[in-house]
T-cell receptor
């Protein structure tokens, strides 16, 4: 029979608008978080990271917000461009000797010109 | 730096055949990861090496999968015998330090494996 694929959350925005991509994590011990961008046919590419002792970090056109109380992470992209169209993954690491990055399911961002 | 280099980019093989995927990590990185990406399960960590030593292979699906890292600049992931359910994109990633201390992993372009 036909297999059921992973249904990615999707976000569609107009070029120039701001985008907000959300991620919930489950491990309260996680102390390091990364956002990755994956374009079609390519490997995940690092965008920005944040440690658990911070609640906000800014990069070029991107901002990551961390709310440890509700275990929620968001990625804000300012002035979204067509080149931002991709799947965005959040990844968490629980620190210490734990090397494992646990990836979320991803969100597909589509930017309409 | 050319980044993490994987080969081949695409592999189509018949069920039962042996498949070998190759990876050259970024020079100077001492951690190497093999991931598998499918629509059903997303990105899964298969195995992790640190300083060429396998640290954790608990993500390797079964005995048909094996990975080696004979030196700091080369790693292989082998599937023998391959099965259609192994069809996926396999990524190699490297990191300059153990990811547990807060360093991102740099991914290669991936190998798209199709087993027919």
């Amino acid at each position: 029979g036909e297999s059921v694929g992973l249904h990615l959350p999707t976000l569609s925005v107009q070029e120039g608008d701001n985008s907000i991509i959300n991620c919930a994590y489950s491990n309260s011990a996680s102390d390091y978080f990364i956002w990755y961008k994956q374009e079609s046919g390519k490997g995940p590419q690092f965008i920005i990271d944040i440690r658990s002792n911070m609640d906000k970090r800014q990069g070029q056109r991107v901002t990551v917000l961390l709310n440890k109380t509700v275990k929620h992470l968001s990625l804000q992209i300012a002035a979204t461009q067509p080149g931002d169209s991709a799947v965005y993954f959040c990844a968490e690491n629980s620190g210490g000797s734990n090397y494992k990055l646990t990836f979320g399911k991803g969100t597909l961002l589509t930017v309409n010109p | 730096d050319a980044g993490v280099i994987q080969s081949p980019r695409h592999e189509v093989t018949e069920m039962g055949q042996e498949v070998t995927l190759r990876c050259k990590p970024i020079s100077g990185h001492n951690s190497l990861f093999w991931y598998r990406q499918t629509m059903m399960r997303g990105l899964e960590l298969l195995i992790y090496f640190n300083n060429n030593v396998p640290i954790d292979d608990s993500g390797m699906p079964e005995d048909r999968f094996s990975a080696k890292m004979p030196n700091a600049s080369f790693s292989t992931l082998k599937i023998q015998p391959s099965e259609p359910r192994d069809s996926a994109v396999y990524f190699c990633a490297s990191s300059p330090d153990m990811a547990g201390v807060g360093t991102e992993a740099f991914f290669g372009q991936g190998t798209r494996l199709t087993v027919v």
